[in-house]
C-alpha cells in the first residue's frame, strides 16, 4: 500500500493508525524518552563531574581528592555502559591507593594509569586480555581529548547544515586556531607590560566574574571528563589490532651469530669465574684483605660495578639464547654464565650490606638493594626461560609484571622513616645534616631520638610538616605521621 504523509500531523496520531498500512512503523528518530534520555545523559553528567572536579582538585593541594575524583570518573564511566566492564573501576580503586599514601610523582603515574586502564576496560565491555587493555588505555590517553574536541566543535557548529561533524570540526579549528593561539600570546604580554589592562581585569575579578585561570580549568577537566561519560561510544576506535614482534636470529645484527656467541660465552664464563671466586675468598670465606684496604672500602669499589655487569651479563643471554640451538654444550655455557651472574649479583648484595654497616643507610642504598633483587629475580626467570624454552615475549611480559608489581609495593614503604630509624639505632658514623633534610616521614623518629640521647640533633630546622585542615589534602603517610607525634606527647616516650 502507498504510503502518504500529512505534514503537521502529530507523531502519536501517525502511530495511531499504523494498521492502515500493515506494519507499524518505527518511531522517529530523537523522540523516545530513551533516545532524549541520552541525548540528556551525557551533558548532565558532563556538568555534574565538572562541578565534582572544582569541588574536590580547584586550588587545593592535591591529596584524598584525586582518588576520590578518579573513582567517580569511573563510576561515571560504567553507568554510561550500563554496569559493564565493573572489572575496570576495581582495577582503578587498586590503582588508586598509592595517591591515598602519599602523593608523588610515581603514584601520580599510578594514579593515570588507573584511570586509563579503567576506563578502556569499561569501553570494551569486560577484560580484553593484558595486550589489548594496555592498547586501548595508550588509545583513549590519545583520542579520547580529540574526540571531546570533535563533538564540542559538533556542538558549536550545529548550525551549519549539509557538513559533515568532521568538516564542521576541521572548520572550526582552522578557523579559531590562528586568531585564538596568537591572541593569548599577545594578552599575556600586554597583561606584562600594561598595568592598566591588568588593572581592568582585577576589577572585573572584584565584580564576582569568574577568574579566567578557573574557566581554562573547566575546560581542560571537560576535555578529560567527556570520553568517561561517552564511553560506549568509543569501543570500536579503542578496538585495535595487536601485532606481536618475533625477537630471532634474522632480526639482528650480523654480528650475531653462532660460532661468535659461542666464544663469548666461554670467555665470559672463564671471566666471571675469576670474580666469583675471589668474592668466596674474600667476602664468603672472610680472607684477609691487601694491605691498607678494609672490607667496607672492598665492597663499596663492587657493589655498583658489579651490578651494571650483571644486568649487561643477563641481555647478552637473552639475546644469546636463540643462537643455541640444538647443542647441549652451549645451552650448558649459556646456563652456567646465568647461574654466575646470579652469584654476582648476590655477592653485590653482601657488598651493599658491608658498606650500609660500616656507613649507614641512604636512599641511594636504599634503591639500590632493591634494584639489585630486582635483578636477582629476573635472572631466575631467564634461567627458567632457558630450561623451559619459552619466547622472549614470555620474558617481557612477566619482567613488566614484576618491576611494576615492585615499584607499586614501594609506594606503601615510607623510605625516610626507615633510613633515619637504621641511622639513629645503629652504630654508624651520623649525618646530622642528611637525616634532618629527608621527609616529614622522619620527624618522629629524629624526636625520639632527640628524647633518648637528651641533645638536639637538627640545630638549624627539622623536616617541615605541613598541617592538614582539609579532608581533600588528606593522605595516609602523613596521618601516621601525626598519630606517632601524638602518641609521644601524650605518653612522653618514643612511638
Same mark, same amino acid.
Given at each position: 500500500?502507498?504510503?502518504?504523509?500529512?505534514?503537521?500531523?502529530?507523531?502519536?496520531?501517525?502511530?495511531?493508525?499504523?494498521?492502515?498500512?500493515?506494519?507499524?512503523?518505527?518511531?522517529?528518530?530523537?523522540?523516545? #524518552?530513551?533516545?532524549?534520555?541520552?541525548?540528556?545523559?551525557?551533558?548532565?553528567?558532563?556538568?555534574?563531574?565538572?562541578?565534582?572536579?572544582?569541588?574536590?582538585l580547584w586550588q587545593v593541594m592535591p591529596g584524598l581528592s584525586l582518588s576520590v575524583f578518579g573513582f567517580c570518573l569511573l563510576l561515571a564511566g560504567l553507568g554510561a555502559t550500563g554496569g559493564r566492564g565493573w572489572g575496570g573501576v576495581i582495577l582503578g580503586g587498586v590503582l588508586f591507593l598509592p595517591v591515598i599514601e602519599q602523593v608523588q610523582v610515581l603514584s601520580l603515574l599510578f594514579w593515570l594509569a588507573g584511570i586509563l586502564l579503567g576506563g578502556a576496560w569499561l569501553a570494551l565491555g569486560g577484560w580484553p586480555g593484558t595486550r589489548q587493555l594496555t592498547s586501548g588505555a595508550i588509545r583513549l590517553l590519545a583520542l579520547g581529548p580529540l574526540h571531546a574536541l570533535r563533538d564540542m566543535?559538533?556542538?558549536?557548529?550545529?548550525?551549519?547544515?549539509?557538513?559533515?561533524?568532521?568538516?564542521?570540526?576541521?572548520?572550526?579549528?582552522?578557523g579559531w586556531a590562528l586568531p585564538l593561539g596568537l591572541g593569548l600570546i599577545f594578552l599575556s604580554l600586554l597583561l606584562e607590560a600594561n598595568?592598566?589592562?591588568?588593572?581592568?581585569?582585577?576589577?572585573?575579578?572584584?565584580?564576582?566574574?569568574?577568574?579566567?585561570?578557573?574557566?581554562?580549568?573547566?575546560? #581542560?577537566?571537560?576535555?578529560?571528563?567527556?570520553?568517561?561519560?561517552?564511553?560506549?561510544?568509543?569501543?570500536?576506535?579503542?578496538l585495535?589490532?595487536?601485532?606481536?614482534?618475533?625477537?630471532?636470529?634474522?632480526q639482528l645484527p650480523r654480528i650475531l651469530n653462532d660460532r661468535a656467541v659461542r666464544r663469548s660465552l666461554f670467555l665470559f664464563n672463564l671471566l666471571f669465574a675469576v670474580q666469583t671466586v675471589m668474592d668466596a675468598t674474600f667476602l664468603w670465606g672472610g680472607a684477609?684483605?691487601?694491605?691498607?684496604?678494609?672490607?667496607?672500602?672492598?665492597?663499596?669499589?663492587g657493589a655498583y660495578p658489579l651490578l651494571v655487569t650483571a644486568l649487561l651479563a643477563g641481555l647478552f643471554a637473552l639475546v644469546a639464547r636463540p643462537y643455541t640451538g640444538n647443542d647441549a654444550l652451549v645451552r650448558l655455557a649459556l646456563l652456567a654464565f646465568v647461574a654466575q651472574n646470579m652469584l654476582l649479583v648476590g655477592s653485590s648484595l653482601l657488598r651493599l650490606e658491608l658498606y650500609v654497616e660500616a656507613y649507614g643507610l641512604t636512599r641511594l642504598r636504599m634503591a639500590a638493594a632493591i634494584w639489585m633483587g630486582l635483578v636477582a629475580v629476573w635472572l631466575a626467570m631467564i634461567l627458567w626461560q632457558i630450561v623451559n624454552r619459552q619466547s622472549a #615475549?614470555?620474558?617481557?611480559?612477566?619482567? @613488566?609484571?614484576?618491576?611494576?608489581? @615492585?615499584?607499586?609495593?614501594?609506594m606503601f614503604v615510607s623510605f625516610d622513616r626507615t633510613i633515619a630509624r637504621y641511622n639513629l639505632s645503629h652504630d654508624v658514623p @651520623?649525618?646530622?645534616?642528611?637525616?634532618?633534610?629527608?621527609?616529614?616521614?622522619? @620527624?618522629?623518629?629524629?624526636?625520639?631520638?632527640?628524647?633518648?640521647k637528651a641533645r638536639s640533633l637538627c640545630v638549624s630546622s627539622y623536616p617541615y610538616l605541613r598541617k592538614i585542615d582539609d579532608w581533600r589534602e588528606w593522605g595516609f603517610r602523613d596521618w601516621r605521621v601525626f598519630r606517632s607525634l601524638g602518641v609521644m606527647q601524650s605518653t612522653g616516650a618514643a612511638p
Open positions: 500500500m502507498k504510503t502518504y504523509l500529512v505534514r503537521g500531523v502529530p507523531a502519536s496520531i501517525q502511530l495511531d493508525s499504523w494498521w492502515m498500512d500493515g506494519a507499524p512503523p518505527r518511531p522517529p528518530a530523537g523522540k523516545t #524518552g530513551q533516545r532524549m534520555h541520552r541525548n540528556w545523559a551525557a551533558p548532565v553528567a558532563l556538568a555534574g563531574l565538572i562541578s565534582l572536579a572544582d569541588f574536590l566543535g559538533g556542538l558549536l557548529a550545529f548550525g551549519r547544515k549539509g557538513l559533515p561533524a568532521t568538516d564542521r570540526m576541521q572548520g572550526l579549528v582552522l598595568p592598566v589592562i591588568e588593572d581592568w581585569l582585577r576589577r572585573l575579578d572584584r565584580m564576582g566574574l569568574p577568574d579566567m585561570s578557573r574557566i581554562f580549568f573547566w575546560a #581542560g577537566m571537560a576535555l578529560v571528563i567527556w570520553p568517561f561519560v561517552i564511553l560506549p561510544g568509543l569501543r570500536g576506535q579503542l585495535a589490532k595487536t601485532r606481536s614482534v618475533l625477537i630471532g636470529p634474522r684477609a684483605l691487601p694491605h691498607g684496604m678494609n672490607y667496607a672500602e672492598y665492597a663499596h669499589r #615475549g614470555w620474558l617481557l611480559a612477566r619482567s @613488566l609484571v614484576l618491576g611494576l608489581t @615492585l615499584v607499586y609495593a614501594c @651520623l649525618d646530622a645534616w642528611y637525616i634532618c633534610n629527608l621527609g616529614p616521614a622522619a @620527624l618522629p623518629e629524629i624526636l625520639a631520638y632527640e628524647r633518648q
